[in-house]
Nanobody
Framework: VQLQASGGGLVQAGGSLRLSCAAS????????MGWFRQAPGKEREFVAT????????DYRDSVKGRFAISRDNAKNTGYLQMNSLELEDTAVYYC????????????????WGQGTLVTVSS
């Protein structure tokens, strides 16, 4: 499976962006999908995750109520709707797929997209 993230860009604080993550290849495996981000000089951190059915979603505390993760399995695509963006949300965002036991950890994923840059300006 390959993942292609898109939708990043430059947005003013308080604005919105919607990231997409398209999966291609052998997508028959049931996997959870996650979004992570990495700011310059910082480690990659968990943002959100959604399980295969979409019934379980988890977020890092700082994005709860502002970000929403979703997926459309028929289209093999996942999404991250980001609202009320803050300067601290500036980072490269990565989507990932996996079936590991720790969906809120980098170690819970074995397939990664290339990342899309989100820049929030004041």
């Amino acid at each position: 499976v390959q993942l292609q993230a898109s939708g990043g860009g430059l947005v003013q604080a308080g604005g919105s962006l919607r990231l997409s993550c398209a999966a291609s290849g052998r997508t028959s495996r049931r996997y959870h999908m996650g979004w992570f981000r990495q700011a310059p000089g910082k480690e990659r951190e968990f943002v959100a995750t959604i399980n295969w059915t979409g019934h379980r979603r988890d977020y890092r505390d700082s994005v709860k109520g502002r970000f929403a993760i979703s997926r459309d399995n028929a289209k093999n695509t996942g999404y991250l709707q980001m609202n009320s963006l803050e300067l601290e949300d500036t980072a490269v965002y990565y989507c990932a797929a996996g079936s590991g036991a720790r969906p809120m950890s980098v170690g819970g994923y074995d397939i990664w997209g290339q990342g899309t840059l989100v820049t929030v300006s004041s």
